[in-house]
């Protein structure tokens, strides 16, 4: 649902848009052929007159006149254009100073402990990230043997390859989930590295992170995997993110940095 402000920037972006449009066109008016363009239909064909302003006829146009036709048809088209353009303003601008917008502002009457569990039908993209954040869910259990790696926020993650990535994602301001619980198209239950919310778009990314490049045996598990989500909807490039390392070239910052930025920027 598109939100208030998002509504009102989308506004009056048009109306700057249309001023734009009315500054170059009214440059062209000045720069175009003199006399007005009359247009008389025939029937089968039609007839193309200039005239001046006190004249109601005109002079007549061969067809070998055609890029002066061409010229005072544009003239012509831009002049209704600014009429039309300046009157659509005055709508917006006239709306705009009327407009309350407070659909927004029924979420806020409620406490803080019942808000955050309400459905609201408008929220700002902010507002949006924290509801979706606060759904809970049920990461993968972490095994008794496993390596501890904590981000700067405390969260604990399998490799310092996800403590790079997530880094990267809180330093962007980015909504993230690690290893959120997924199910594909075949019923399988997976969890990708990262879920990560667009919160411009609302739509949900997922991030893959392949740290073991030299095995061979890990290499086709995850084809096996890539293939599956491909057949559950989920593709490199559209909602899928993956980066890659070997022992030899490690994953860095700047990679996951470059990469984020492709999506989210």
């Given amino acids: 649902m ?9 506004l009056r972006q048009r109306s700057y848009e249309l001023e734009k449009q009315i500054e170059e066109r009214t440059k062209n008016i000045i720069n175009s052929p003199e006399g007005m363009l009359r247009i008389v239909n025939r029937g089968t064909y039609n007839q193309y007159y200039v005239r001046q302003k ?29 009429e039309e353009a300046k009157k659509e303003q005055e709508l917006i601008e006239s709306f705009l100073e009327s407009y309350s917008g407070s659909i927004p502002e029924i ?9 955050d569990k309400l459905r609201p039908a ?15 869910y049920t990461p993968k259990e972490f095994g008794k043997g496993d390596a501890v790696h904590l981000t700067n926020l405390g969260l604990r993650v399998r490799s310092k390859s996800e403590v790079i990535i997530a880094g990267v994602l809180d330093k ?16 399988k239950i997976i969890h990708p590295d990262f879920t990560i919310l667009n919160k411009k778009t609302r739509e949900i990314v997922y991030y893959e ?4 490049m030299e095995e061979l045996g890990y290499v086709k598990y995850n084809l096996v995997r890539l293939k599956e ?14 980066t890659y390392e070997t022992y030899a070239k ?3 910052t700047k990679t996951v940095e470059k990469m984020l930025m492709s999506f989210f920027g």
């Fill in 122 to 136: 408008d929220l700002t993209d902010d507002e949006y990230a924290k509801m979706w954040k606060s759904i809970p």
């Fill in 229 to 242: 989500m491909e057949e559950s909807g989920i593709y490199i490039g559209k909602n899928l993110i993956f």
């Fill in 209 to 212: 992170h392949l740290g073991k």
């Fill in 2 to 10: 598109l939100t208030k402000g998002d509504f009102v920037y989308q």
């Fill in 54 to 82: 006190c004249e109601k006829a005109g002079v007549y146009l061969k067809k070998s006149d055609f890029e002066r036709i061409r010229l005072l048809a544009q003239k012509k088209y831009d002049a209704l254009f600014i």
């Fill in 172 to 187: 962007f301001d980015i909504p993230y989930k690690f290893e959120c619980p997924l199910k594909l198209a075949n019923g």
């Fill in 250 to 252: 490690p994953l860095n």
């Fill in 107 to 115: 979420y806020n009457k409620f406490p803080d402990e019942i808000r």
